[in-house]
């Protein structure tokens, strides 16, 4: 046996083992290494029932969490207010290009108009200088609304990414429900209150008028 | 020239087609598909002369739809140009051996567009001539 273990260092080992690698009684040996083993074990299935104790009692508080706060709602409400932000959004972004379509026209009528007065009008005459202003004007005003059209790009660059931090908070809500669900740390409990919301003025109103406002 | 315009957000849609109208293309003319799978059903059931597509949308993205005319007898020959947020080595790299025939990164300008449509349609024609 010392001859196997010759590589390693004798004087590092505990006397006690140290002993029993030289002593001539196997059996002792044998126990004595079952001994450190087992010691060895248990240390580890301790720490290892540390590690399940702390898990259920973090997912037991995090079940109790989402429970009594009503997370998962919360979670849903959150998803609600950015798919609005991304509906708001798009709504002001048409708005602006409602009003570039609009004026557009405007501008290119002021041009052509210009350009008419321009042709029949004398190179000194007042009239003609404010018709090149005009027409100016209008050129710049179309140039303008175009860029104005462009830059609601806004909305999709923004819209985009809005939609991945949906797409993860579903996914992180359905991973923390399913965690959840293993323990069972969930069942049994009430759903926490819905609470009601109004749409608008008009339905606030409404409301208010119930109460004699 | 009958173009159909694919992206899931109608503001780019509409941003796209003002940009098209200004650059002299008529606006009756310009159709508008929500997804690719829609886009696949009007490019079978009627002519198109271009594709403007988006790539990140639901049902079927712009890179399949890509990969579908492609596939399609009757559609195969159809110029794609592909406006999109995506800017990743990888995916213009797919795209390109998909067959598009034109990457606009967003956001992009008239100018830009202009740039890439003129090249689409030289490119074809240099084609068509020496064919």
Redesign the interface.
């Known amino acids: 046996m010392s001859a196997v273990l010759s590589t390693f260092d004798e004087a590092a080992l505990p006397p006690e083992l140290k002993d029993l690698l030289n002593s001539e009684d196997g059996a002792a040996f044998e126990h004595a290494l079952d001994a450190l083993v087992r010691q060895r074990e248990q240390h580890l299935f301790r720490a290892l029932g540390l590690l399940a104790r702390d898990l259920h009692g973090a997912v037991s508080r995090l079940g109790n969490d989402l429970a009594q706060e009503g997370v998962p709602g919360r979670v849903a409400d959150v998803r609600k207010h950015l798919n609005d932000v991304l509906e708001m959004s798009a709504q002001a972004a048409h708005r602006s290009i409602d009003f570039a379509e609009r004026m557009s026209p405007e501008a290119d009528k002021l041009a052509q108009s210009a350009e008419q007065v321009l042709a029949s009008a004398a190179p000194c005459d007042p009239v003609a200088d404010l018709a090149r202003q005009a027409g100016s004007f209008a050129g710049a005003c179309r140039e303008g609304l175009n860029d104005m059209v462009m830059a609601q790009s806004w909305q999709d660059l923004s819209g985009q990414r809005i939609k991945k931090v949906v797409n993860f908070i579903e996914s992180v809500e359905s991973s923390l429900l399913e965690l959840v669900r293993l323990t069972g740390a969930l069942s049994g409990r009430e759903p926490p209150p819905v609470v009601e919301k109004i749409s608008g003025q008009d339905e606030a109103d409404r409301l208010l008028s119930e109460f004699g406002f | 020239m009958k173009i159909l315009v694919v992206?899931d957000?109608?503001?780019?849609r509409?941003?796209v087609r003002?940009?098209l109208v200004?650059l002299g293309f008529t606006n009756q003319l310009i159709q508008e598909a929500d997804d690719g799978n829609n886009a696949l059903t009007m490019l079978k059931s009627q002519p198109f002369d271009l594709v403007v597509t988006d790539w990140?949308m639901p049902n079927m993205t712009g890179i399949d739809l890509l990969r579908a005319i492609r596939a399609e007898a009757s559609l195969k020959g159809l110029p794609v140009l592909m406006v999109t947020?995506e800017n990743n080595r990888d995916q213009i790299i797919a795209a390109a051996q998909a067959g598009v025939n034109g990457y606009i990164v967003?956001?992009?300008?008239?100018v830009t567009l202009k740039e890439k449509l003129t090249k689409i349609f030289e490119r074809l024609a240099a084609a068509g001539a020496s064919a």
């Open positions: 992206d957000f109608s503001t780019m509409r941003i003002n940009l200004e990140n947020a967003k956001p992009f300008n008239a």
